[in-house]
């Protein structure tokens, strides 16, 4: 195996992890919003991701042998990239999180997951027609296979539009954006780092809102510890760490598709820890996101299809 095929293969381990984590991590928002806010939750699972982070950088450091300090590069280009991208990443990541998480207090799940799931389409769009970005055919057709599959997956209920759905629906736009700013900025820098820069930003973003528009106590906070150290360590810590360094090495369809699992595991997570049964359609539906994906890695020269330059 050479070392692009090997680095693909990381990269698609280290998304399908993250997914995995996100889609566990369902539970744990799940019962911090019936004890907070969102912009406290938020908040809060950002204060410790950055805390966990900050040693992450040193230990990471360590592993690796590097002695460049905390930026980790004696470069200044390199530098205002990380802590640029990591601004613009936080800020972007921000939103999405208040959208998400102030949708769910309005609508179901089922129908949160379809129209999150989403961004799987909203990606390949804004890369097409506002980065110029070449989607072929195979993408596009994983993408809607995709689609399909959460719509199996998730959609139980009669569809209807209300205002948690549109919240949703923002969330899916700003997730959109941020794998792009991610796909955007990962290259190049510590991925560590600039998820460190990421959450900082989220933190004080959040803090700042929370104090303004929530009455945040230490009662709710410690009501919810369990759940904000997931979301924090787990989800935001580990899981948008893996983000960034997997998003660096694979194709940015392919990640979005494989990020979208998050939805798989979320029914599976409710399966094993809450006792949801799995009906025939979101087994139907969860092959076809496994077939998507399988499409989306398919070399489009393989089956005689031109992709330009």
Not at 246 to 267: D, P, W, Y
Not at 279 to 301: D, H, K, N, S, Y
Request: hydrophobic fraction near 50%; charge should be neutral.
């Amino acid at each position: 195996m050479n070392e692009q095929q090997t680095t693909t293969t990381s990269g698609i381990f280290m998304l399908t992890l993250c997914s995995f984590i996100w889609g566990t991590a369902f539970i744990a928002q799940s019962l911090g919003g019936q004890i907070m806010g969102p912009m406290t939750f938020n908040g809060s699972r950002s204060i410790l991701a950055t805390l966990f982070l900050l040693p992450a950088i040193f230990i990471f450091d360590r592993v690796n042998g590097r002695k460049d300090g905390f930026w980790g590069t004696a470069d200044p280009a390199e530098r205002k990239k990380l802590w640029h991208g990591g601004i613009i990443c936080g800020l972007v990541l921000t939103i999405d999180s208040l959208f998400q998480q102030t949708g769910m207090m309005y609508t179901s799940v089922g129908k949160g997951g379809f129209i999150t799931s989403l961004y799987i389409v909203i990606v390949p769009l804004l890369g097409r027609f506002i980065f110029g970005r070449t989607v072929n055919i195979l993408q596009w057709t994983s993408v809607l296979i995709a689609c399909i599959g959460m719509y199996f997956i998730c959609l139980n209920e009669s569809f209807s539009i209300n205002k948690g759905d549109m919240f949703i629906l923002g969330s899916a736009f700003f997730f959109a954006v941020h794998i792009l700013s991610v796909e955007h900025f990962a290259h190049g820098v510590d991925g560590v780092r600039l998820s460190f820069f990421q959450f900082a930003t989220c933190a004080v973003t959040n803090l700042i809102l929370m104090f303004i528009f929530e009455q945040p106590t230490i009662t709710q906070v410690e009501q919810a510890f369990l759940p904000i150290c997931y979301a924090g360590i787990m989800s935001s810590g580990i899981a948008y760490t893996l983000q960034i360094v997997g998003q660096a090495r694979v194709n940015v369809v392919l990640a979005t598709i494989l990020l979208s699992l998050e939805s798989v595991f979320a029914v599976l997570s409710g399966w094993l820890f809450l006792q949801q049964l799995l009906t025939m359609r979101e087994i139907f539906g969860c092959l076809l996101v496994f077939a998507a994906i399988m499409l989306a890695q398919i070399p489009p020269q393989l089956l005689g299809i031109k992709t330009k330059p």
